[in-house]
C-alpha cells in the first residue's frame, strides 16, 4: 500500500465518510430528474448533442416513435465506406490515404492530388529533433497508449505557434499529427519492449515512399518485411477506424475540449486517453482475452455444442471475466450488421486461409452465429444484435503477429484523422462551450465550525 493511503487510513473515519460520499445514487433519481445517462435514452437511441458533415453512423431508422433494425451503414462525408474499400480493392491500391483527405477536406481528391497527398503525409513522418531520445527513449511506458498521449501533449514544446486556432493552423497540426502518430507508436512500442521486456531495440527510420500500412508494418517489425496481402489488410482495417461519427466517446472528447478554445495538443491527447478505455478502444483486446477462455475450456473449438454451452456460461456470469458479457457482439447503434466487420471478416477469412489459422477463424464465426440467439435465451431480452467490428479486428492483428499492447494504438493511427476533421469542424462551425446540466441531489447542510465536529 502506498504512504499516501497509509495516511489517509489513519485519518479518523475518513475511510466510512468518503465511502458515504460516494455512495451510487438511487435509479429512480434519474429517471424522476429525466436524466439520460450516457448521453443515450432508455431506447437505446443517443441524445442530439450536435450536427456534423463528417461521419454518418446509420444501424436503425425511427418510425412513428419506434427504433426499427437495419443493415448497417457507415458514410465519410457521404460517401459509402464501402465503395471506398471496393475501389481501392478493384484497383489494388491503398486507401487510407485518400479516406484521411477526404475526412480532412470534405471531397474526393483526383489522382494528382491523392499523389500529392501522400506525399505530403510521407514527408511529415520524421519525429523533431530530440524527440524520440528525450521523450519516448528516455521515459518509457508499460502501456503505448500512455506514451501516445505524452508524446501528443510534449508536441506542443515542438511545435513554434501551438496555440493558433486558425484553420490553417489546425490542418497543419493534423497533417503533422496524423503522419507521426505511426511513428510515435512505434517508437513508443520498440521502447516498451526494450525497457521493460528486456528485449533487443529497433529503431527504424518511417519511409516517405511507402503508405501508412506498409510504413508501420515496416517500422514495427526487426527485419522490415512484410507481405502484399498483410499490408492490404491493415490498410483496410485502418480505413474503418478511421472515423465513426462525432458521438462516440473520444471523438465526443475532441469536441467537448475543442469547445472551450485549447490548442490542438490538448484537445487530441484527451481523445487518446478516452479511446485507452477498455469501454471504447480497447475492446479487441478484451475479445482476444475471450477467445483464450474458449480455448482453454473447450477440448474442440470448432465443436457446435461446446460453443454454444460456453457462450450460455459467458453470459450466465460463470466464465471468462464473469460480466456476462460476449465481447465482439453487440454496437450502440448497428442492430443487424455492422458494415466493418462485413468487411473486415471477408479479408480476415483470406488470411486466415494464407496463415493456417482457419480453425480459429470458424471459432470466430460460430461465436458471430449463435450469440444472438443465446443471448435471447438467456437475458430474456429481444435486442437485435450483430458482430461488431472489435471481433474480428483483434484477430486480424494476432495473424499480422502484432502484439495485443499495439491493438488499442493502431485504432489510434486511424482514428486520428476523425478527430482531427472533427475538432476542425467544431473550431470553424460552432462558437458556444459545451456545458451540459448536472442535477445537484445533496440537501443544503449548514457549516459547522471545525472545533465543533
Known sequence: MSEILKMAENIEGFNDKITESYRPLSPSLYDKYNVQRGLRRNDGTGVMAGLTSIGDVKGYVIEDGEKIPCEGRLRYRGVDVRDIVEACQKEKRFGFEEVAFLLLSGFLPNRNQYNAFKELIGSQRMLPDGFAEDMIMKA????????????????????????????????RQSIELIARFPTMVAYGYQAKRHYHDKQSLYIHQPQSDLSTAENFLYMIRPDNKYTELEAEILDLALILHAEHGGGNNSAFATRVLSSSGTDTYSAIAAAVGSLKGPKHGGANQRVM???????????????????????????????????????????????????????????????????GMMEEFMLYDLIEKHTPELFASVTGHDKTMCANVDLYSGLVYKMLDLPQELYTPLFAIARIVGWSAHRIEEITTNTKIMRPAYKSVTSGKGYVTIDER
Open 140 to 171: 518509457p511506458s508499460a502501456n503505448i497508449m500512455n506514451k501516445l498521449a505524452r508524446c501528443v501533449l510534449a508536441s506542443y514544446s515542438y511545435d513554434p505557434n501551438p496555440d493558433d486556432t486558425s484553420f490553417a493552423n489546425i490542418f
Open 289 to 355: 482475452g475471450m477467445i483464450e477462455d474458449f480455448k482453454e475450456n473447450l477440448s474442440d473449438i470448432n465443436d457446435v455444442e461446446q460453443v454454444r454451452d460456453h457462450i450460455v456460461k459467458i453470459l450466465k456470469k460463470e466464465s471468462y471475466d464473469k460480466s456476462g458479457l460476449v465481447y465482439g457482439m453487440g454496437h450502440a447503434i448497428y442492430t443487424l450488421s455492422d458494415p466493418r466487420e462485413v468487411m473486415l471478416k471477408k479479408k480476415a477469412y483470406e488470411l486466415a486461409q494464407q496463415k
